[in-house]
């Protein structure tokens, strides 16, 4: 498999509750939280790249645009994470049915960079494995790559049911890598705040 080969998802359909304010667009770097992870996810030069949008779909699709980055929204974004995954993999299907992978990203982890994604990929080449994942502790989740026989797993998804789920399902399919704190997420104000710190 090649890079042209694999397909890259990344997640930015949710309401941003927890944060007060659309955490996608929050400055990361020179640049906003989203258009930060998109840029690095342009360095793998994959075969097509889409970026899941949702709540506060019309200022997402405009920082989707700026960076150029394919977007599909997610109507039913409101019922969880499953349903943009399922929404984003059957676009990408669209697109093309010859994809052999799919890399899925959540825009609130901006510590992973293209370097890691770059490993995740050639892990996968390797490995023999379909699935290879970020652990972080005893637990295997996204940033994630799948291979193409799990694409109709990740398109039933739905509501909160999410990508860890078959990757649980599927331990003996799954090659891990340390995440080495990269997976930090960017929930609420204090979170986002020491994230800045520790990047400074």
């Given at each position: 498999?090649?890079?042209?080969?694999?397909?890259?998802?990344?997640?930015?359909?949710?309401?941003?509750?927890?944060?007060?304010?659309?955490?996608?667009?929050?400055?990361?770097?020179?640049?906003?939280?989203?258009?930060?992870?998109?840029?690095?996810?342009?360095?793998?030069?994959?075969?097509?790249?889409?970026?899941?949008?949702?709540?506060?779909?019309?200022?997402?699709?405009?920082?989707?645009?700026?960076?150029?980055?394919?977007?599909?929204?997610?109507?039913?974004?409101?019922?969880?994470?499953?349903?943009?995954?399922?929404?984003?993999?059957?676009?990408?299907?669209?697109?093309?049915?010859?994809?052999?992978?799919?890399?899925?990203?959540?825009?609130?982890?901006?510590?992973?960079?293209a370097?890691y994604?770059?490993?995740?990929?050639?892990?996968?080449?390797?490995?023999?494995?379909?699935?290879?994942?970020t652990?972080?502790?005893?637990?295997?989740?996204?940033?994630?790559?799948?291979?193409?026989?799990?694409?109709?797993?990740?398109?039933?998804?739905?509501?909160?049911?999410g990508?860890?789920?078959?990757?649980?399902?599927?331990?003996?399919d799954?090659?891990?890598?340390?995440?080495?704190?990269?997976?930090?997420?960017?929930?609420?104000?204090?979170?986002?705040?020491?994230?800045?710190?520790?990047?400074?």
């Amino acid at each position: 498999m090649t890079t042209k080969d694999l397909a890259v998802l990344i997640l930015a359909a949710g309401a941003s509750t927890r944060m007060g304010s659309i955490k996608q667009l929050l400055p990361w770097k020179g640049q906003s939280m989203l258009g930060h992870v998109i840029q690095r996810a342009q360095k793998l030069e994959s075969g097509s790249l889409v970026v899941v949008v949702g709540a506060n779909a019309d200022k997402i699709k405009a920082e989707c645009i700026h960076y150029e980055a394919a977007y599909i929204e997610n109507k039913q974004w409101q019922s969880g994470l499953g349903s943009s995954i399922a929404c984003g993999i059957k676009a990408l299907i669209t697109r093309s049915a010859a994809w052999e992978a799919v890399l899925i990203i959540l825009c609130d982890q901006p510590l992973f960079d293209a370097s890691y994604f770059q490993k995740m990929i050639s892990t996968f080449q390797d490995q023999g494995k379909k699935i290879v994942a970020t652990r972080y502790g005893q637990k295997a989740g996204v940033p994630a790559i799948f291979g193409r026989m799990y694409f109709e797993e990740l398109c039933l998804l739905e509501k909160e049911q999410g990508a860890k789920n078959i990757i649980d399902l599927n331990k003996k399919d799954v090659f891990s890598i340390d995440s080495h704190d990269r997976n930090l997420d960017v929930d609420t104000i204090s979170e986002y705040t020491r994230l800045q710190k520790l990047e400074n």
